[in-house]
């Protein structure tokens, strides 16, 4: 069977990380891309995570300044499907190879620009690296959050909870106040996924429509994407039947040392659980330990916090009895969220994911047999496939040169659309989402981002769920009906939703799915043309019954070990900004586009799978290791979280802090004389790149001191001006995210009337369609409140509806009306047993 890309041809002009990124997913579905390199090579090859980026493609050396291989390179662009680059905005244009221009040589090419900031704004000039625009953005500061939480800030309140001291042993990060700097690169990782669902969207209009179009995604917007639970904001957060859950830097993540020295992480941390399993010599590890609606789990509220910060030292105490072996062996009984932190390296070095697929091995001339991330989604009809390793540079120019003068005679194909042309790439396309949490929904969200008809099928308790603040973020643009799938006549309701729906979405455990008959065997009689995805928190295999979600994800992927600079003495740490969840949304959202694709032409359906591990090992895919888990010398962040090396950190100022990323030479001499310390430039032990790197410790002590001596604002001018890499870590950029003028009108950002919350402001649109533009089609869903509508559209009577609802077959409505908030800094209504008594002793102390 092709793979889903098969017979697509990409040219890959861009560099750094979310191109090659982006351009690597198209190769292992089957296309073939080609990378276009400089004299001399893509400037960023040094990276080790280029042995995985570029896997599977062409190397061709083109100068582009040249007339002859510009002409020749054009020549190439006649029969291409897809461009990719990532030059700064204005460049393409100059070199003569902007989308307008190719545009009128090939109608059918997908041009995708990915920048830093996008084009023609304030942001645009600004230097487009990741670290810098984590800063410039203030997403550095929302690696841990802050001690108000994230709605309280986004609105400017005070820390509700001022004077509940928590130790910082007991909360993620290091100790020590001020921004984190993390290993993952969020907003380039934003932005790969971003620009691989509208490459995907614009390929599929292209099926329709017959021509290309312009996709753009940018560094900004991927940093928006991580930061999109957190940059909500709601105009009344203490209304009845919301919660803004626990998003603060002041609260345990749910983070334990064990015996052995290991890092374990229980989120939501489930104190009946860890105090029963550890109450005698032996871990007791049998499967009655979970109890419904057990009174002793957290519950979703800010004031939760208080309890929390009574069970932390308790719990960790309890845990440190057993090895990290021990507590995941019975977690996995006990079917609880817990897994052990590792690193990248022990992560790529797991059975259990290379039998899975989603790590691979290559290969690789200069580093012999190494494991990297591997398939990203599976497609049951249109199986991808990983090629080979990355090629040197300029290795195929010959081979390319020649196909691109045969393709000289050729002229490009014309359009071809179909007699009714859409306006959005998933017009016409209907949805049924039954996802739950966050991994689910985030991807049928984006698809509904695209035009699509979203109808979310939720149950009848789905309200409590929906309450919390971070569901909000993944369920706008959609219907809600509510079905009680138990129920025998609200099961024929949703098998007739069945038989006219495209797609059929969701996360919830397959036996499940298989119990209900709602699994893609069952469904595909009912619909043979269905696309069903399916979506994990773990890879196929053993782990794939139990319960999983982003935090499990970035322990078992190394993204916590990495994130918290665990191999230079720090501790772990799960990002409020990750891709786990919202990433395996996005790859869930790739697949079943790719699948509708691949039906458009050939009126198959298929089933498609993903996972938040697939999405995790993706994010750390900067790392390769050898089979038995060695690793290759890379840079990895230091226990204090201000960065990679004394070019490449964070730095605190007299008022603020900066980051600086220091390329060349020529910039560490401009910082060196700025900062009045010209005497370091020829000293011996920071004259090259490689004696800075012996002496790194001490050269970012010397800056340190330095920069302490003035404001950030005042060494930014100065810095900035003798054309330095940096910016200042931003305190303030989602207070102003929501009054940006530039934004509202590309809505990167939106905002509505909800009726619960009142004005509701959300990140928008993650990426630009120059076509079929993406459309916000309304507010988070309220349950139940569209289940009217959806059974009048089918013909249901209202006695017949009425009869249904006293059967507890269906349900309507949204939002329960709760009993009133407390005032800040007070617990809420009681809770049953323990919690309770708990609380109000926290409250006390």
């Not at 690296?129 to 690696?143: H, I, K, M, T």
């Not at 509700?160 to 042993?169: A, K, R, V």
């Not at 871990?283 to 109890?291: G, K, S």
Request: hydrophobic share 40%; aromatic share 8%.
């Amino acid at each position: 069977m092709a793979a889903v890309l098969d017979k697509l041809r990409v040219l890959d002009l861009s560099w750094g990380i979310a191109g090659p990124m982006t351009a690597m997913l198209m190769a292992d579905n089957g296309a073939q891309v080609t990378k276009i390199e400089p004299p001399g090579g893509d400037p960023f090859r040094n990276q080790l995570g280029y042995k995985v980026w570029n896997r599977g493609k062409r190397s061709a050396v083109y100068d582009l300044k040249n007339a002859a291989d510009k002409d020749n390179f054009l020549a190439l662009v006649k029969t291409a499907d897809v461009l990719i680059e990532s030059y700064a905005p204005g460049v393409a244009k100059k070199l003569g190879i902007d989308y307008d221009t190719l545009h009128q040589l090939n109608p059918r090419l997908v041009y995708c620009s990915i920048t830093g900031y996008g084009r023609d704004n304030e942001n645009s000039d600004r230097p487009a690296y990741d670290a810098l625009v984590a800063a410039r953005s203030g997403l550095q500061w929302e690696q841990r959050g802050w001690p108000e939480g994230a709605m309280n800030h986004l609105l400017g309140r005070p820390d509700p909870f001022p004077d509940l001291e928590i130790p910082y042993d007991w909360v993620q990060g290091p100790a020590r106040s001020g921004p984190l700097f993390p290993a993952s690169h969020w907003p380039s990782l934003g932005a790969f996924f971003a620009a691989s669902v509208g490459i995907s969207a614009a390929l599929r209009a292209r099926e329709i429509n017959g021509t290309g179009q312009w996709v753009e995604a940018s560094l900004l917007q991927g940093a928006m994407a991580g930061a999109a639970g957190v940059w909500q904001r709601a105009e009344n957060i203490d209304a009845d039947g919301f919660d803004s859950w626990i998003l603060g830097s002041r609260s345990p993540k749910g983070h334990f040392q064990c015996k052995d020295g290991r890092w374990i992480q229980n989120w939501v941390p489930n104190p009946r659980f860890i105090l029963t399993a550890s109450e005698g010599e032996q871990i007791n590890a049998t499967p009655n330990l979970t109890v419904q609606n057990d009174p002793d789990r957290f519950g979703t509220g800010p004031e939760e916090l208080l309890v929390m910060a009574h069970y932390q030292p308790i719990l960790a105490e309890a845990i440190a009895k057993f090895t990290a072996k021990e507590w995941v062996d019975a977690a996995t009984t006990a079917e609880m969220t817990m897994q052990d932190i590792r690193s990248v390296e022990a992560s790529l070095a797991d059975p259990l994911f290379l039998k899975d697929g989603c790590v691979t091995e290559m290969n690789d001339p200069e580093l012999g047999k190494i494991r990297a991330v591997g398939a990203a989604y599976k497609m049951s009809a249109t199986p991808g496939k990983i090629g080979g390793p990355a090629p040197k540079v300029g290795q195929h120019t010959a081979e390319v040169k020649a196909e691109a003068e045969q393709a000289k005679s050729a002229t490009a194909a014309a359009p071809a659309a179909s007699a009714k042309k859409i306006k959005r790439p998933l017009e016409g396309i209907t949805v049924l989402d039954l996802g739950l949490a966050i991994a689910g929904p985030f991807g049928a969200q984006l698809l509904s981002d695209l035009g699509a008809n979203v109808i979310k099928i939720n149950g009848l308790f789905d309200m409590f769920w929906h309450r919390v603040h971070i569901a909000y973020m993944a369920n706008r643009g959609k219907k809600s009906i509510t079905l009680n799938l138990k129920h025998p006549e609200a099961m024929k309701i949703f098998l007739e939703l069945v038989k006219t729906a495209d797609v059929v979405h969701h996360n919830m455990r397959y036996d499940a799915a298989e119990r209900l008959k709602i699994d893609y065997e069952s469904l595909k009689q009912i619909n043979p043309k269905l696309i069903y995805c399916h979506t994990r928190g773990f890879e196929t295999g053993e782990r794939a019954g139990l319960p999983g979600n982003d935090q499990t994800g970035a322990c078992l992927s190394g993204i916590q070990y990495e994130d918290g600079g665990m191999d230079r003495g720090g501790k772990p740490i799960w990002a409020l900004t990750s891709f786990g969840d919202t990433g395996n949304g996005f790859l869930s959202a790739v697949a079943v586009i790719n699948a509708i694709y691949h039906r458009d032409r050939t009126g198959v359906g298929q089933m498609v799978d993903t996972s938040i591990i697939n999405a995790a090992l993706l994010n750390t895919s900067y790392a390769v290791a050898t089979p038995d888990g060695k690793g290759f010398e890379r840079p990895k962040i230091d226990g204090m979280q201000y960065g990679y090396s004394a070019g490449h950190r964070l730095y605190e100022t007299k008022q603020g802090w900066l980051c600086v990323l220091l390329l060349n030479q020529p910039h560490w001499d401009e910082l060196l004389t700025v900062l009045g310390l010209p005497e370091l430039v020829t000293d011996a032990r920071f004259a090259t790149e490689e004696a800075r790197k012996k002496n790194d410790e001490v050269l970012a002590k010397l800056i340190a001191e330095r920069f302490m001596s003035a404001t950030a604002a005042d060494w930014f001018t100065k810095l900035d001006a003798a054309g330095v890499p940096l910016e200042i870590v931003s305190e303030d950029f989602s207070l102003k995210l929501y009054e940006n003028p530039q934004f509202l009108k590309q809505q990167w950002v939106t905002s509505y009337p909800h009726p619960v919350v009142g004005k509701l402001d959300q990140i928008g649109l993650l990426f630009s369609l120059s076509e079929t533009p993406g459309v916000i089609q309304g507010r988070p869903l309220l349950v139940g409140e569209h289940t009217k509508e959806i059974l009048a559209g089918m013909g249901y009577a209202e006695d017949k509806v009425k009869a249904l609802e006293e059967q507890f077959a269906i349900g309507f409505g949204g939002m329960p009306r709760m009993p009133p908030r407390p005032p800040a800094g007070q617990p809420t209504a009681p809770k049953q047993g323990m919690a309770s008594m708990l609380e109000k002793e926290a409250v006390k102390k």
